[in-house]
């Protein structure tokens, strides 16, 4: 990472020959707290990571350190650096500092000059330095303050209360982090710890410049909007110099088209160029799943000197909001991308790391891959985190992850005070023009569920001062964040909602707060219904777009491993994974949805019990995701709309949540250290294309309801029409040989959900001889051009099923390329959930992973992240286990 930086920073110092760069990072810096700590370190980098690297402090995710090591950020800091510098760079006549990020309120010096003050994480900083502060040798001194005081500070001088006034102390956080633009999670999180980095994450550098010098810059490339009229594009170029007016020749190329254009035109410090496209040139981008990412290079040059370039796609993103007609209340709230209506099929991102210097590229990578392999196609980047760095909106890009991209205010009021919106509007501005140019950028979202908490009133303002809240809430998200976006992504290109959930249009007919921003008939809803049996589809509402639902569980012993060496942490009650459990009665919650579905373990070591408890959360976490996809991609259609409810057409699904921040009990699906949860596999299965669904209504009516019925459907995304057969058997567990086959060759329409069969429920059981205290499975194969997707229907929940052993045995593991291996294994009995899982020292995933098997043998491929050359069965360890392991003493 660090090493990538200073490459970059190379680039950059070489491609701009108008200006001279000294680049300020690197190992030679100070920090010292001036009570107990004083460190030589890196920049980029924070306090903890810095104080680690110098054995000062033990690894941060260690044991309970996120407490211990709390005084950290409770004072503030210094951070020097002695450079020199020549007297050519001297002889400049414009010499001025940028930070590329700094978190985040500091004030900087140089050579006891007093250069600037610093205070949001969210937008780089350039202060102007007069000459004569500056000398051969120098000394910078930038002061920290602490994040915590200086926002308890602000809190207590500003006019009003603004609640939260702090975290619920489950979370173990820190208080009013709505005072401090810096990352709202930062302060905790009901899934993660309170570090609060203090540090320079970014570049910084000096730049020399001679003021008689022409410099332009390139301040960013939007893809404004498409004429479907005359089949162009439209693209906005925004360019801006220090120089007084002058008049100049712009040249404009697309990379891999024949297309180029040339201008003369007057910059007088900013001017945007529209730039028309013709459609005929590129080819369009899609989103995963629909087509290609093609990229193209848009290069900007003036008078023969390269300014910029953007890499960009291709496609037009419409969010459409229509009234369904007469008898159906509510709107529709869908994407179309390229035209195209297009059911999202996602997750919400959060950082993965409290420390952003230790999320190397590579993770970005495996951590988007692992969406993209998932069959998503869309992530949100949920607005109590960050803005991501270049390199992640890049990937996001290449691989068709469209990103649904909040603004960094979450689930608080925040102050709005001049000089914090001001902030706020350079913190716009600055994001969206650095962002816009990416195709994966299909919507903006002013924040994470702030309407819901005014119109709800979770805070409990009193009543007089409601109007006043909502007048605030519209000051920043309507009159400030709305207007900034509309200033700079001109065009109609891409959708702007004011928050996450909100009613959509209905949401500005009542005045940016609607009544109630959750209503399942409009818009975008956030559920968490944890009181009831989270498998059972009848708990959740049928909206038009889910984009946080979810439920948590643990993540693998592996990865427990990594944070505590005492053994007695590794129970699931004890006082260590409680203090990471940082949800209110989450734990209690979970073993209540485990033991509700699921047999509970009943072997007396301890460790064993625990393992097992991971894997019954896991089960429990992966089944309650299914069961809410199933109900989302069921109800996908329009003709699923129920007329009395008008609910249904639900276009989306981003279940909470992705990835992990540490390791910790989480809803995330993806475990700290890249491991997937066996949910992570069963949303690859979920969000398949063409995917067969099986239910049983009413949901697991017993044997004899003679009302019950069995019914099958196929959800087609496909643009074609496309044939396949679906075959179905009814299994007991004691055989492999299936007690009932049947099926039938069907064609089901493209984008659309077909009914194909329907069975009375209690003449099939009679039938095959399946009862209540011995019941059967279901188990489909949907073959279609070359594919084969399967689907589980349990009639009854696992813990009621005689589990014998299925013999569940690893034949053999073959390596068939660098990071590819072949595991074959097999059973002589139907297996449920049937879990590998590899030793920690190898990183990868799984072809499938927590299925059911009904044949005798069936093989698996690993795929590891990197090659590994050294393959024996001993640094091997794949562990295998089933349900029937559970039942075991
Ligand atoms: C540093 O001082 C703080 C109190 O200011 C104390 O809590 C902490 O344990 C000390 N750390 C070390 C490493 O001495
Ligand atoms: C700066 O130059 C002086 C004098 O040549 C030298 O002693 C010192 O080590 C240099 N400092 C750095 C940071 O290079
Ligand atoms: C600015 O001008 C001075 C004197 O003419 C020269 O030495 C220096 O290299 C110039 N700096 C840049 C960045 O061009
Ligand atoms: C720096 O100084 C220049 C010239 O005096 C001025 O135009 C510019 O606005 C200043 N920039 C900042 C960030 O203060
Ligand atoms: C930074 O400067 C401001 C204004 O001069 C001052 O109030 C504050 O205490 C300074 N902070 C630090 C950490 O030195
Ligand atoms: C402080 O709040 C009061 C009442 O809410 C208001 O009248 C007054 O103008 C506010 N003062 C400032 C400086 O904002
Ligand atoms: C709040 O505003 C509404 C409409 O603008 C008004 O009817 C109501 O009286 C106000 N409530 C208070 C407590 O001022
Ligand atoms: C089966 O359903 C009937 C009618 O709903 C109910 O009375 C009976 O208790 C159920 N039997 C079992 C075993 O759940
Ligand atoms: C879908 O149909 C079109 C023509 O209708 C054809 O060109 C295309 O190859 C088909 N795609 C697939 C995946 O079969």
Redesign the pocket.
């Known amino acids: 990472m660090f090493q990538q930086l200073v490459y970059f920073l190379f680039v950059l110092f070489i491609s701009s020959s108008n200006s001279n760069r000294i680049s300020l990072i690197g190992n030679d810096w100070t920090i010292t707290n001036k009570?107990?700590?004083t460190a030589q370190g890196t920049i980029p980098g924070t306090i903890h990571t810095i104080l680690l690297a110098a054995n000062?402090i033990p690894e941060p995710y260690m044991d309970y350190n996120d407490v211990d090591l709390r005084?950290l950020i409770h004072t503030n800091w210094i951070f020097t650096k002695k450079f020199n510098l020549t007297s050519d760079f001297l002889a400049s006549n414009q010499i001025t500092i940028h930070f590329e990020q700094i978190d985040t309120v500091a004030n900087i010096t140089l050579n006891t000059c007093p250069i600037g003050r610093t205070n949001s994480m969210f937008i780089p900083y350039i202060f102007n330095i007069t000459n004569s502060c500056l000398k051969f040798e120098n000394e910078i001194q930038i002061d920290f303050e602490s994040p915590v005081l200086y926002a308890l500070k602000q809190a207590d001088a500003y006019n009003d209360t603004v609640p939260p006034l702090c975290t619920p102390n489950v979370q173990n956080g820190e208080c009013h982090v709505q005072f401090i633009r810096k990352e709202p999670c930062s302060f905790s999180w009901d899934w993660g710890p309170a570090f609060a980095p203090i540090g320079i994450p970014g570049n910084i550098y000096l730049e020399g410049v001679n003021t008689t010098d022409i410099i332009i810059e390139l301040e960013s490339v939007n893809l404004a909007s498409y004429n479907a009229v005359d089949k162009t594009w439209q693209v906005d170029v925004m360019l801006s110099s220090n120089n007084d007016q002058f008049t100049s020749k712009f040249k404009f190329i697309l990379h891999d088209t024949t297309w180029s254009y040339e201008t003369t035109v007057t910059l007088n410090h900013n001017l945007s160029i529209f730039l028309t496209i013709p459609d005929e040139q590129v080819l369009h981008w899609w989103p995963n799943g629909y087509g290609d990412q093609p990229l193209y290079t848009l290069v900007i040059s003036n008078e023969d000197n390269i300014i910029g370039s953007r890499l960009i796609g291709f496609r037009t993103v419409q969010l459409i909001q229509h009234d369904y007609g007469t008898g159906i209340n509510g709107s529709s709230f869908y994407f179309a991308i390229n035209f195209q209506p297009i059911f999202i099929k996602g997750s919400n991102w959060i950082p993965p790391d409290s420390f952003q210097e230790r999320v190397s590229d590579e993770k970005l990578e495996r951590l988007l891959r692992s969406a993209q392999l998932s069959n998503m196609n869309m992530l949100r980047i949920w607005g109590g985190g960050i803005y991501e760095r270049d390199s992640f909106y890049e990937i996001a890009d290449r691989l068709g992850i469209m990103l649904w991209h909040d603004f960094m205010f979450a689930c608080s009021l925040y102050p709005v005070d001049e000089s914090f919106l001001t902030n706020v509007h350079d913190e716009i501005i600055y994001q969206v023009k650095r962002l816009q140019h990416h195709p994966s950028i299909a919507l903006w979202s002013g924040n994470n569920e702030n309407e819901a908490a005014v119109a709800q009133n979770w805070y409990s303002v009193p009543v007089e001062k409601m109007n006043k809240t909502k007048d605030d809430y519209r000051k920043l998200y309507v009159d400030t964040i709305m207007n900034a976006v509309k200033q700079v992504d001109k065009g109609n290109n891409r959708p702007f909602v004011t928050s996450s959930p909100s009613n959509g249009l209905e949401t500005i007919v009542e005045n940016y707060i609607a009544k109630d921003p959750q209503d399942p008939l409009y818009g975008d809803v956030h559920f968490y219904g944890y009181q009831d049996d989270s498998w059972d589809p009848t708990t959740y509402p049928i909206t038009r777009f889910l984009s946080e639902t979810g439920i948590q569980s643990l993540p693998s012993l592996d990865t427990w491993y990594e944070t505590t060496m005492n053994s007695s942490d590794l129970n699931f009650n004890s006082s260590f994974i409680l203090h990471r459990e940082h949800s209110e009665n989450q734990l209690t919650a979970m073993m209540k949805h485990i033991e509700s579905n699921l047999p509970l373990p009943v072997t007396n070591d301890s460790l064993r019990n625990f393992a097992q408890l991971i894997y019954l959360s896991q089960i429990n976490q992966a089944m309650t995701l299914k069961s809410i996809s199933d109900l989302c991609r069921l109800h996908s259609s329009i003709d699923m709309i129920n007329p009395k409810t008008s609910q249904g057409h639900t276009m989306g699904l981003m279940y909470w949540q992705i990835n992990d921040i540490w390791q910790a009990p989480t809803w995330a699906t993806i475990e700290y250290g890249l491991k997937w949860k066996m949910s992570h596999y069963y949303v690859g299965h979920m969000y398949a294309p063409v995917y067969p669904i099986a239910t049983l209504t009413p949901y697991l009516a017993n044997v004899t309801d003679e009302n019950a019925q069995v019914s099958f459907y196929v959800v087609n995304e496909l643009l074609n029409n496309t044939r396949g057969d679906l075959l179905c058997s009814i299994y007991g567990l004691d055989t492999l040989s299936p007690r009932l086959s049947f099926g039938n060759n069907i064609l089901f329409n493209s984008l659309g959900v077909q009914n194909t069969m329907n069975y009375s429920y209690s003449l099939l059981m009679k039938r095959v001889d399946c009862q209540d205290n011995s019941p059967c499975i279901i188990h489909c194969l949907l073959n279609y051009n070359q594919h084969q997707i399967g689907q589980t229907l349990f009639l009854n929940r696992p813990k009621n099923y005689q589990l014998l052993n299925p013999n569940l045995q690893i034949e053999s593991i073959k390596q068939i390329g660098p990071t590819d291996f072949n595991i074959t294994i097999t059973v002589d009995r139907p297996a449920l959930f049937v879990w590998l899982d590899i030793s920690a020292n190898v990183t990868g995933y799984f072809s499938r992973n927590g299925f059911h098997m009904f044949q005798p043998s069936m093989t698996v491929t690993f795929h590891s992240w990197t090659p590994i050359t050294d393959f024996n069965k001993d640094n091997f360890d794949i562990r295998h286990t089933s349900l029937f392991d559970v039942t075991l003493p």
């Open positions: 009570i107990n700590h000062q005084y």
